[in-house]
Each structure stands twice: as structure tokens, then as C-alpha cells.
């Protein structure tokens, strides 16, 4: 099972990206799907999260400037960022809880690699 992002890159100030992840592998069921970020000498933080029921949720910084969302379909998710800020900057990771097959009905913690945005004031 691999996750992998992309959709990163340079913008400026006000500016959109979106970002997608997609899991691959051999995969019974994807849980929690998350998208976090970690700035140069920060450490790394939550910034979305969606659920398997499509409950989602937000860090105080990016409500209403960023939405994620999934298909379930593609075994994809997604985030949809708006007017972005150079406090944006960061590395984004995507996170996911997936069950693998052979399922033994037990999730494991999956990372994708990183994709970088930048944002120029």
C-alpha cells in the first residue's frame, strides 16, 4: 500500500492549488484520510481531515480558504486550497488509516511522501 501527492507548487498570495493523493495497492477499506503540513522549523500539523462517512474537519488557520474531499471510487483525496497565504508555506503530507488485503479487519497509519507549496507575498 503507497500513498502518493502531488499538485504542489509556487503561487502568489491569493492564489489556488489543489492537491491530491491517491492510494495504491492491494486495499480493503480506507478509514480516516488526512492532509497535514510542516514548515521549515515547525513541526508537523494537521491541516484537514475527512472521514469515512465524509465528516470533515479543519485547523482555525485554513476554515474556509481550503475544503477537502474524497472519491472513494479512485481511492482519492483531495485539497482544494483558496487564497492562499505566505504562512501556507510548508511541505504537505496526505495520511491515511487503511485496512490491506488480506484483511484482518486491522488499519495501519500510511504517509505519502510530501508534496512542497509555496506561496510568494
Known amino acids: 500500500v503507497q500513498l502518493q501527492a502531488c499538485g504542489g507548487g509556487l503561487v502568489q498570495a491569493g492564489g489556488s492549488l489543489r492537491l491530491s493523493c491517491v492510494a495504491y495497492?492491494?486495499?480493503?477499506?480506507?478509514?480516516?484520510m488526512n492532509w497535514f503540513r510542516q514548515a521549515p522549523g515547525k513541526q508537523r500539523e494537521l491541516v484537514a481531515g475527512?472521514?469515512?462517512?465524509?465528516?470533515?474537519s479543519y485547523a482555525d488557520s485554513v476554515k474556509g480558504r481550503f475544503t477537502i474531499s474524497r472519491d472513494f471510487a479512485k481511492k482519492t483525496m483531495y485539497l482544494q486550497m483558496n487564497s492562499l497565504k505566505p504562512e501556507d508555506t510548508a511541505v504537505y503530507y496526505c495520511?491515511?488509516?487503511?485496512?490491506?488485503?488480506?484483511?484482518?479487519?486491522?488499519?495501519?497509519?500510511?504517509w505519502g511522501q510530501g508534496t512542497q507549496v509555496t506561496v510568494s507575498s
Open positions: 495520511h491515511a488509516d487503511i485496512v490491506p488485503l488480506p484483511s484482518s479487519l486491522l488499519q495501519s497509519s500510511y
Open positions: 495497492g492491494s486495499i480493503f477499506k480506507i478509514n480516516g
Open positions: 475527512i472521514t469515512s462517512g465524509g465528516t470533515t
